[in-house]
């Protein structure tokens, strides 16, 4: 009994802790919406699924790039495009075969001024960057492990500095998972003093509370009203045709209307929808260099979007919760 016991009235209760406590407070219904939240985009990626994930830092990434912050370059030493007509996609595949090929990419310093970033902004640029003016996306892969851990921390210290949570997300997580391997280490206490019933029991109650550990986390009252803006957005841009956003509002079809919404498409998971219909008639931009192309056959958008998959298998070398730019999230 105590091996079924146990476990099940762990189960019980904590469903009952997560109803009084932990379920997040749910203001209204979702609207689809277009104007985003006073939220940075990186922080608001954080926001709706409580995790600081690879997105969130990329799209902070291109929200500093587009305010002047950052210059991103893509350098083609072959001098062929990384993307774009049947002409560069021969010449690519002929340089590939003779192990020739090669394109990367560099952050720089940009000229806005370093002082007016925010504290998980500046972090960013700083375990970017570090002392260099630039840095190439291949040589950032093997050190910025060591660096994330800070800006994973400095995202979730901005949501709780605004009050949108009480208490970080992951310490939440990390408090719960430290209290179930107590338990399972109570249960391996138990099975050396010859209790296998109850060293079962504390051993399975340890992996209840471990599974509930992610639903822990909650935000504010008015933290939950700002994630629900963010998946009015996110369900917004995912669902409205180019032809209806550019009519509702012109200012999405400039190359500021595009790029102040980029970063959230990318930090909610719906880059490639926002890239594929604003991809054709968008040109290239002053915080996106391209260096050492013969041509410009490709759009910016398209450029743009492989450049985020070079982005994310390169910063992915530093293990993150998960990776993928383009995959849809959820509220935790």
Known sequence: MIAIGLPLAAFLILAGWWAWVGRDPRPGTIVPRWSPPDLPPGPSGTLVDQRAELSDVLATILDLAAR?????REVHPSGVPAAGGADARVARRLLETVGLWRTEWQFARGVAPMETLKSFEAGLVVALLADADRVTLSNLRPIFAERLPAVRASLYDDLVRRGLFAVSPEETRHEWVGLGA?????????????????AAGLALTGG???????????VTRSGAAVRDELLGLREYLARAEREELAARYDDLSTPAGFDAVLPY?????VSDVWLSRFAAPLAARPWYEVVGAETEPTAFGERLGVFCRAATDALAGARLDRSPVTTGRSPG
Do not use: H, S
Not at 182 to 198: E, I, K, N, S
């Open 208 to 218: 209840v509370v471990i599974l509930f550990a992610r639903w822990m986390p909650v």
């Open 68 to 72: 002047g912050y950052l210059v991103i």
């Open 182 to 198: 107590a338990f399972a280490a109570a249960g391996g206490v138990a099975a050396v003093f010859l209790q296998p019933a109850l």
């Open 265 to 269: 498409a990318i930090a909610l998971g």
